[in-house]
């Protein structure tokens, strides 16, 4: 059987735009505001920028120069590309996780960018706004999920139906291919998403002092209260933790997806100046635009006592029932809660199509399945790998996935890539190839931070981690006893899908050279 002819990118803005949209996602509106607030304001930029320097932008480079280096050899996923760059076959088992990581991401990701659109359905039709009325916005929250059975839902089938149509226009886009699909639609989502955040941020921006009572709630104030710094915090070691997960996370960073979509260039494409481009998109929409938008609205209508207790309740109330209860307290708030809503779901779209990618270029590389056959496979297999994340939510079930999925198996992946490229591979190849096609040339220092600052910072991140998480999740301390029926059910499945790819890797053992045979 031979393999289908590899895609490419049509156009260098289109794989720009389709890397930026893989990175920027639900925790750029999210998860970076309140970190920023309760990381000390403009303080926390200190630690989040070096993480950005000495981490981020190193680890982008890698991850594009072996993606690039992966295409030559017609493969794009992690397993072949290691395999071919270093010949051991040991590697291959280990890198793996860079196609299970997206795919456990994705199963739980998809179900959250749900409601992003069926939020943007109640905004828009008005329920939302009756329910901010009555101030019940969290048990509306809970019985959308299935949570909870209230005078709201009284199942979790409203949110399924939501589902099934978010997943559909994933597989719609992902069945169009790299160029026809994954491309275009970040060359008009991307776009489309910042002129929504700048049309948001502009209206936080304009409120001026809403309540004449409360004149210290205003927007020169909500401003002042995120970046203020507080340079006491440098010295808590959490904030620096922090600030490195977050880069790490916001930059999609050690799962692969960039790897892969880097595969889908051509040789002498240019990796250094796109690499940072998409870097730089990623930045901007989180730190300018995500760092405008929640907190500061929050301080608007709220002062900064409720504010800082709002930004320790989590990325979901904080979308879900904060956002909506501040619309809900501004003029035209139905219309601006849509385009919060819309910006999210747009935000997460772009993500989650980034998700799917590998494991379909693995069906596609290594077994030569046509798109149609390999788009088919990945749709039913994704489909019925969500249920359980749908239906056990309430069970923790989700934040298991998240665990072992968002945060141990991305730094355990990021790790291996840095030593592959800088030590096994070797920094002088590395580096010979992450300079071919360059447009700017790039400060040698990065040659240094790569080989040996990267790792090291990696290594820390990795001990302090399992430190702090690893033996008190996998105890399961504080975990209700009706959960760890479902916990263990969920580490369950992630062997399962873990012995799935293993068993794959295994058969496709010298099966290119086979074909080219």
């Known amino acids: 059987m031979s393999s289908p002819k590899r895609e490419h990118w049509g156009s260098k803005l289109g794989v720009i735009l389709a890397v930026a949209g893989s990175a920027v996602g639900l925790g750029n509106f999210l998860r970076f505001p309140t970190q920023a607030a309760l990381g000390g304001g403009g303080a926390f930029m200190i630690p989040y920028f070096v993480s950005f320097l000495l981490l981020g932008i190193p680890l982008m480079w890698v991850e594009w120069s072996l993606g690039r280096k992966g295409g030559e050899y017609g493969h794009g996923t992690a397993p072949a590309i290691l395999y071919k760059i270093t010949g051991s076959r040991f590697i291959k088992y280990f890198a793996s996780i860079g196609i299970i990581i997206p795919l456990l991401i994705l199963f739980y990701y998809a179900f959250i960018e749900s409601w992003s659109l069926a939020y943007a359905f109640f905004s828009i ?12 916005l969290a048990q509306f929250l809970q019985g959308y999920q299935g949570v909870v059975s209230n005078g709201y839902f009284d199942s979790v089938w409203v949110a399924y139906g939501f589902f099934v149509v978010t997943i559909i226009i994933n597989f719609y886009f992902i069945y169009k291919g790299v160029a026809s699909g994954i ?6 989502a991307m776009p489309l998403l910042v002129i929504i955040a700048i049309l948001l941020v502009g209206r936080i921006l304009t409120l001026g002092t809403p309540d004449p009572l409360k004149p210290d709630q205003s927007v020169a104030n909500a401003l002042n209260f995120v970046w203020t710094p507080d340079f006491t915090v440098l010295l808590n070691s959490k904030v620096w933790l922090s600030a490195a997960g977050q880069i ?87 219309f601006f809660a849509f385009l919060w809503f819309m910006l999210l779901f747009i935000a997460g779209i772009t993500s989650s199509v980034s998700m799917i990618q590998p494991a379909v270029a693995f069906l596609e590389d290594e077994f030569g399945f046509s798109r149609k056959k390999t788009v088919m496979i990945m749709f039913i297999f994704s489909f019925l790998a969500c249920q359980p994340v749908i239906f056990f939510m309430k069970y923790g079930f989700l934040d298991e996935l998240d665990f072992w999925g968002g945060t141990v198996f991305l730094t355990i992946f990021a790790t291996l890539e840095i030593v592959v490229f800088g030590w096994i591979y070797g920094i002088d190849k590395g580096w010979k190839d992450l300079n ?33 998480m690893f033996i008190p999740t996998i105890m399961m301390k504080g975990v209700p006893d009706e959960n760890k029926p479902y916990i263990w059910g969920a580490r369950i499945f992630i062997l399962l899908i873990i012995g799935i790819m293993m068993y794959l890797i295994k058969i496709t053992t010298g099966r290119k050279e086979e074909v080219k045979q």
């Open 125 to 136: 039709s008005g329920t939302l706004a009756d329910v901010a009325g009555k101030n019940e």
């Open 248 to 334: 790490f996370f916001t930059l999609s960073l050690g799962m692969g997806v960039i790897m892969t979509y880097a595969s889908y260039l051509k040789k002498n494409d240019d990796i250094a100046l796109s690499g940072l481009t998409a870097s730089a998109t990623n930045e901007f929409c989180e730190v300018i635009l995500g760092g405008s938008l929640i907190i500061p609205a929050a301080f608007i209508f709220f002062g900064s006592a409720e504010t800082v207790r709002i930004a320790t309740t989590g990325a979901f109330n904080i979308g879900f029932v904060t956002m909506p209860n501040i619309f809900a307290n501004m003029p035209g708030g139905p």
């Open 183 to 188: 491309e275009k639609l970040s060359k008009i």
């Open 436 to 468: 071919e096609g360059a447009e700017i040339k790039i400060p040698s220092i990065f040659r240094f931070i790569i080989k040996y600052v990267s790792p090291l910072f990696l290594f820390i991140l990795l001990g302090v981690w399992t430190y702090q």
